[in-house]
């Protein structure tokens, strides 16, 4: 073998002065006709890694973000949004997130009247959650007033986000109501957790309301009042509270009031120019028919004394203590000529109720004869 090399190729390095470069060891047995190894280069090597790492991150961020789709429709999920709403004094909010109708008749249900009352819920424990089809219920503990109280929510599924997470609505909560009732006039002002109410005709009022202790107290202004007291209304379910019950008595005002109803009404029976005043405890009889009677007069003598009671279903009883005294007198003619015919003197008598009040005083009806009445001032 000739150890010549062509012409140049002397000078060329050898593989091994190259800088960054290694002649490769050959393959066990011997080098392959034409075999050469080729490095990889780092770029190529870190774009695998790189895509293995990709595809990685997705499955851990598709496992990540099933999870957090999960928690955010779990049926529980409007039950918190809920009384976290209602934790934070925002009644409006909570009752919209609710789908509680109501309007300006529940003057309970305001930040306001809310605001006023103590005993409220002030924090809640999710129990348990349970679903059923398309039903899912919700246990609950609500903290309230120091005490726990058990609730169970109800909620629907509506629909699906993405045809896989359930999108639950929560059925209205049937509140529970203050209840309350005043042994007094029909439309007595009433004040619930400062706001203002009347009864009706029973005396009664019922009122929707949010967990709570609500204060109530009479307010019958200067003419009588009653000792107030409180209601609680334990969370939700429709459950009312104890009845609040009412019993007014007058003021020192409202007794001169109906004090001056009576007298009113017993000089219009003075005032009556007829033997027998329509209504009245006292009348005259024996008249002649022979005799045309004219000028025709009551005296009252003596004024009635009476004493006001508790409330019974009409009003605040009257009662008399000493009678009135009354006379009747009237100028009479006939086939014996003219003269003076003279009745009494004979008792005047009160009984009967004081109904109620108005800006002109207290008024009086009485259960004489056929219930005249009168007001008085």
């Not at 002649?288 to 006001?308: F, G, H, I, K």
Request: net charge negative.
């Amino acid at each position: 073998m000739n150890d010549q090399q062509p012409d140049g190729w002397a000078a060329a390095p050898h593989v091994d002065t190259l800088r960054g470069t290694q002649e490769a060891p050959a393959p066990v047995g011997g080098p392959a006709p034409g075999w050469q190894r080729r490095r990889m280069r780092r770029g190529a090597v870190l774009g695998i890694i790189a895509g293995g790492t990709a595809v990685v991150l997705l499955a851990v961020t598709g496992v990540v973000g099933y999870a957090v789709q999960s928690a955010s429709h779990s049926a529980d999920r409007p039950v918190r949004a809920f009384l976290d709403d209602l934790t934070s004094g925002r009644v409006d909010d909570a009752l919209d997130a609710a789908g509680i109708d109501h309007d300006d008749d529940d003057v309970l249900l305001t930040d306001a009247a809310y605001a006023e009352a103590s005993g409220r819920v002030t924090g809640y424990r999710i129990v348990a959650t349970r679903t059923d089809g398309d039903t899912a219920t919700v246990r609950a503990s609500l903290r309230q007033g120091g005490r726990d109280v058990a609730t169970t929510f109800t909620l629907d599924r509506t629909d699906s986000d993405w045809g896989v997470f359930p999108v639950w609505e929560l059925e209205a909560p049937t509140l529970g109501q203050v209840e309350l009732s005043v042994r007094g006039p029909a439309g007595t002002p009433v004040e619930v957790a400062g706001q203002r109410v009347t009864t009706g005709r029973d005396g009664t009022a019922r009122l929707d309301a949010l967990p709570g202790t609500y204060d109530v107290s009479v307010d019958g202004g200067k003419w009588y009042s009653a000792e107030g007291g409180s209601a609680r209304v334990a969370g939700f379910g429709g459950t009312g509270s104890v009845p609040v019950a009412m019993t007014t008595t007058l003021t020192s005002a409202g007794e001169r009031a109906a004090q001056q109803a009576v007298d009113r009404w017993v000089d219009a029976c003075i005032a009556s120019t007829d033997a027998a005043p329509s209504g009245c405890s006292f009348y005259a009889y024996g008249e002649d028919p022979a005799y045309t009677y004219s000028n025709q007069e009551w005296t009252l003598e003596q004024r009635p004394q009476v004493a006001v009671g508790g409330w019974l279903s009409r009003g605040w009883t009257v009662s008399t203590t000493t009678f009135g005294r009354a006379t009747f007198t009237a100028d009479i003619s006939g086939p014996d000529g003219v003269g003076t015919a003279t009745a009494g003197p004979m008792n005047v008598n009160v009984a009967g109720y004081v109904s109620g009040f108005t800006d002109a005083g207290a008024t009086f009806e009485s259960a004489i004869g056929n219930g005249a009445s009168d007001t008085g001032s």
